[in-house]
């Protein structure tokens, strides 16, 4: 056997295949959520209350909602911002639902309330 095929039959074992993805996951940061005061609770109650008015008259408005995202990998997790029409608002499992679907299944979005840090829009700018 020739010595460039004697090492062509070693070249493909790699001892730390992954390794450099483990490192990467654990290096990457993120961020953690970051609790309210009680006047931006007291804002967001009314803009969501507001929200819930606008609804019931069968309006559905596109809001900018910034809220907490979960990542999949780590605790902890980001904002993002996006910007949907309001389906309708669930008070009682304290979720705002929005007509962007989600998947195959076609299920509405969901945005628990308790992770929502901002709601902005031509309808609820004026609370402050």
């Not at 062509?8 to 992954?18: D, I, K, P, T």
């Not at 993120?30 to 803009?47: C, I, P």
């Not at 999949?72 to 029409?85: I, L, N, P």
């Not at 499992?93 to 929005?98: A, E, H, S």
């Amino acid at each position: 056997m020739s010595a460039y095929d004697r090492a062509a039959q070693f070249s493909s074992f790699n001892a730390l295949e992954g390794y450099e993805d483990m490192v990467g996951e654990e290096a990457r940061e993120v961020g953690q959520m970051e609790t309210l005061t009680e006047s931006e609770m007291e804002v967001l109650n009314q803009k969501i209350n507001l929200i819930a008015d606008v609804l019931e008259d069968g309006h559905y408005p596109v809001l900018k909602f910034t809220y907490f995202l979960n990542d999949s990998m780590k605790q902890g997790g980001s904002y993002v911002t996006m910007t949907e029409r309001v389906r309708k608002i669930d008070v009682v499992g304290r979720k705002i639902q929005l007509f962007r679907t989600v998947g195959a299944s076609k299920s509405y979005m969901e945005l628990e309330m308790d992770k929502i840090k901002d709601i902005s829009g031509d309808l609820v700018d004026f609370i402050e």
